[in-house]
């Protein structure tokens, strides 16, 4: 199992950046997929999670209306759509897959596979 972020970049405040998530060794109906990110000196922090069941969204109040996730299975790729972007979006971010329960979608410990990070700078 595998995931392998990318689509990071700077970008303008107010531009919009799309990030994919391309999965290996599992599908996108395998799991639920979430995507992640941490700033400088922050800790690890959920920011948005797919259900792999019926595809429904979950957002945390930062980014609600701002960002989307959505999957495509032919390419087996998850998106986070990101528009409107803020400089307080800077930072890594990551997509983990299959939730491990016990814990709330936003809490980094509860989820099992990962990726590597993209970096995303939002500055003029």
């Known amino acids: 199992v595998q995931l392998q972020a990318s689509g990071g970049g700077l970008v303008q405040p107010d531009g919009s950046l799309r990030l994919s998530c391309a999965l290996s060794g599992f599908t996108v109906d395998s799991y639920a997929i979430a995507w992640f990110r941490q700033a400088p000196g922050k800790e690890r922090e959920g920011v948005g999670c797919?259900?792999?069941?019926?595809?429904?969204?979950w957002y945390v109040d930062s980014v609600k209306g701002r960002f989307t996730m959505s999957g495509d299975n032919a390419k087996n790729t998850v998106y986070l759509r990101m528009d409107s972007l803020k400089p307080e979006d800077t930072a890594v971010y990551f997509c983990a897959a299959e939730r491990l329960g016990g814990t709330k979608w936003t809490d980094p410990k509860g989820w099992h596979y990962w990726g590597k990070g993209t970096l995303v700078t939002v500055s003029s």
């Open positions: 797919m259900s792999n069941n019926d595809g429904r969204t």
